[in-house]
């Protein structure tokens, strides 16, 4: 297997785990707007927006992505390679929000 099949498959399992991440999202939130509906959880979007300034979990996600990022720098180091991070990095996906 070439660098560029290998690329490829390393694309296209990132995409698979983009999307079944983007999925997972989906499911939570639509969970967490049924109970702030039901007005089982009432202070829901303050518990949320409490979530989202916690530097604990932006910890956690740094220290659990930093190999793979590591390894991306690594990837970059040829001119291919280098072009498809850029792209990676630079993509803003369209469309609405979850």
């Known amino acids: ?10 694309a296209m399992m990132l995409l698979g785990n983009l999307r079944g991440t983007d999925l997972d999202l989906l499911i939570y939130k ?8 039901l007005d089982l959880v009432p202070n829901m979007e303050e518990l949320v927006q409490e979530a989202r300034k916690s530097e604990n979990l932006r910890k956690t996600i740094i220290d659990k992505y930093a190999p793979f990022e590591k390894g991306l720098q690594q990837l970059g180091q040829k001119d291919q390679e280098k072009s498809v991070l ?13």
């Open 1 to 10: 297997m070439d660098d560029k099949d290998k690329l490829h498959k390393i």
């Open 86 to 98: 850029e792209l990676l990095k630079s993509w803003k996906p369209s469309g609405p929000t979850n």
């Open 30 to 37: 639509t969970v967490c707007a049924a109970l702030q509906q």
